[in-house]
Structures are given as C-alpha cells and as structure tokens.
C-alpha cells in the first residue's frame, strides 16, 4: 500500500519569516538560469530570514548563504514547508 503524501507547495514568497522549506522546482523564465547559479536548485533547503518593508526583498539563508530575492523571483520558485 503506498503511503498518500500530505505535502503541499507554495512559491517561496508565501514561505513565512523564520521558516524553513525544501525547494522542489525552479520554473521556467527569464531568471531562471540566474536562481540555478546562485544555488536555488531542487532538493536544497532554504530558510526564509526577513523580509523588506514596502514589498521589498526577501532575503535567505541557502547553502550557508544569505540572498535577497525580489517577490517576482521568489514566485518562480516551489517549495515545500518543512513543518
């Protein structure tokens, strides 16, 4: 019997400040290849730090590193909340 999978994604800028998510995909884009290269790839966990007043940037902690992401970006990314 397989197990039914509880998991639901979210863009990364739906994931809430001081929590913690597995990125699942990057989609497709101008950007796409600049979220790749700077380490934003599936299977990663990313935590999301602080967010800018004014819809502003938000920035992360990825592979021991702190970015700064505009919604625009964060929204080409799914990610599933690590609870």
Partial sequence: MD???DTRQIT???LGV???GIIRLVLSGSRR???LDLGL???TPI???R???MSGPIAYRVRGFCIALRSSEADMIL???VK
């Fill in 3 to 5: 197990a039914v999978s």
């Fill in 41 to 43: 790839v599936p299977d």
């Fill in 12 to 14: 990364l800028s739906r």
């Fill in 18 to 20: 001081r929590r913690k």
């Fill in 79 to 81: 990610v599933e909340e």
């Fill in 47 to 49: 935590e999301a730090l």
């Fill in 51 to 53: 967010r800018a007043p």
């Fill in 33 to 35: 290849q600049r979220l």
